[in-house]
């Protein structure tokens, strides 16, 4: 959405830079169709005058010429001037959006870690609880067993005297 409008926001800049250049070219096509015209007027006024202007007129023609490509010239650079300035404000739109982006992930980065941290610490508490569940279990698995041995020794012992008077007979 970012992107959509970053975009949106450099094509505006574009069209009103555009603008601004057509109305500075128009502005120099009108002087310059107003020194046209002075320059006419001023060889009209002068050619009554017995003078061969055609050298002068040569001139002029050439200035004309420079003039017009001069002009071609700074509209190309200041077409090109805009185009960078419009390149470096999608460029730097792009970098703060990266920036953005970096930051929140530097922060889901954070709470990964904690979380993480924390995980470590249960996983640590469950192993010493399930050891010492273990070392329970064994020890009572060690009682148990000393338990049968003592109930079957007990046994045996009541069990004989009473199965000793059978054999006899």
């Known amino acids: 959405m970012e992107l ?10 574009l069209n009103a830079r ?11 096509q009108e002087a310059n169709h107003q020194l046209e015209a002075q320059i006419a007027e001023w060889s009209i006024r002068t050619a009554s005058g ?21 002009l071609m010239e700074n509209a190309q650079l200041a077409l090109q001037s805009d185009n960078m300035r419009s390149k470096a404000t999608a460029i730097q739109a ?22 993480k941290r924390e995980a470590d610490e249960r996983s640590m508490t469950l192993q010493a ?3 010492h569940s273990m070392t329970e279990l064994q020890q009572m698995d060690q009682d148990f067993m000393v338990c049968v041995s003592t109930l079957l020794s007990l046994y045996v012992k009541l069990t ?8 006899t007979l």
């Open 4 to 13: 959509l409008q970053d975009s949106s926001h450099a094509k505006w800049g």
């Open 18 to 28: 555009l603008k601004s250049f057509m109305e500075q070219v128009n502005r120099l």
């Open 50 to 70: 017995s003078q061969n202007w055609s050298k002068q007129e040569q001139t002029i023609k050439e200035l004309r010429s420079q003039i017009c490509n001069l």
């Open 94 to 115: 792009r970098c703060e959006t990266e920036e953005r982006t970096t930051r929140r992930l530097e922060q889901q980065v954070a709470l990964l870690r904690e979380a």
């Open 129 to 131: 609880e399930c050891h």
């Open 160 to 167: 004989i005297p009473l199965c000793l008077p059978f054999y």
